[in-house]
């Protein structure tokens, strides 16, 4: 059992890039999550998705899209990306409360 | 307009002490409680919950209160040990929606 993985570790974007973040989950959870972390900022939920082919908006939408590609995967994409999106990213998955996080991903935008 | 807060950016304590970290908030229907730890270059795993239906659970050393009336808990560490040294974070889910509000966390350092 893997849990929940990420990909890339790391990455480094320039201003108007785009990336997307990868995520995938072997728990069979429904429910995925996009956050980001930043410094004394804890964690803001980016995107959610409920089940399979639903996403919603969550704190901190704006400038990100989300992909279900089905039960097990979940992206996120930066279209153009900006140095207010350099952070750390983490997905997780959940069964009902408890969240499994993955390793996440140190992204910066220069 | 912060829902959850922890006020504590950081804790420092013994190593055998007790560590009690504190959550507050302000939204009344939130119903589900949860602690994460987070150590560095890590994601957050999950520690110990709490239903507003109890003020009390433990699980060996992590121990967490729930006072519904003033919207306060905290998360009992006994006996602290250095692998605690990691960032607590307190979470908080209202009936029926999964989705939990974070707090910003509480550094926690015990000292061998």
């Known amino acids: 059992n893997a849990g929940v993985t990420q990909t890339p570790k790391f990455q480094v974007l320039k201003t108007g890039q785009s990336m997307t973040l990868q995520c995938a989950q072997d728990m069979n959870h429904n429910s995925m999550y996009w956050y980001r972390q930043d410094p004394g900022m804890g964690l803001r939920l980016i995107y959610y998705?409920?089940?399979?082919?639903?996403?919603d908006k969550g704190e901190v939408p704006n400038g990100y899209n989300v992909s279900r590609l089905n039960k097990r995967e979940f992206s996120l994409r930066l279209e153009s990306a900006a140095p207010s999106q350099t952070s750390v990213y983490f997905c997780?998955?959940?069964?009902?409360?408890?969240?499994?996080f993955g390793p996440g991903t140190r992204l910066t935008v220069t | 307009d912060q829902q959850v807060k922890q006020n504590s950016p950081s804790l420092s304590v013994q190593e055998g002490r007790i560590s009690i970290l504190n959550c507050d908030y302000t939204?009344?229907?939130?119903?589900?409680f949860l602690w994460y730890k987070k150590y560095p270059a890590e994601g957050p795993t999950f520690l110990i919950s709490i239903s507003s239906i109890k003020d009390k659970n433990e699980d060996g050393r992590f121990t967490v209160f729930l006072n519904k009336s003033a919207k306060h808990l905290s998360l009992h560490i006994v006996p602290s040990q250095p692998g605690d040294s990691a960032v607590y974070f307190c979470?908080?889910?209202?009936?029926?929606?999964?989705?939990?509000?974070f707090g910003r966390g509480t550094s926690l350092i015990v000292h061998p």
């Open positions: 997780a998955s959940s069964p009902k409360y408890e969240q499994y």
């Open positions: 939204n009344s229907m939130f119903d589900y």
């Open positions: 998705s409920a089940s399979e082919g639903t996403t």
């Open positions: 979470a908080a889910a209202s009936g029926g929606s999964y989705i939990p509000t």
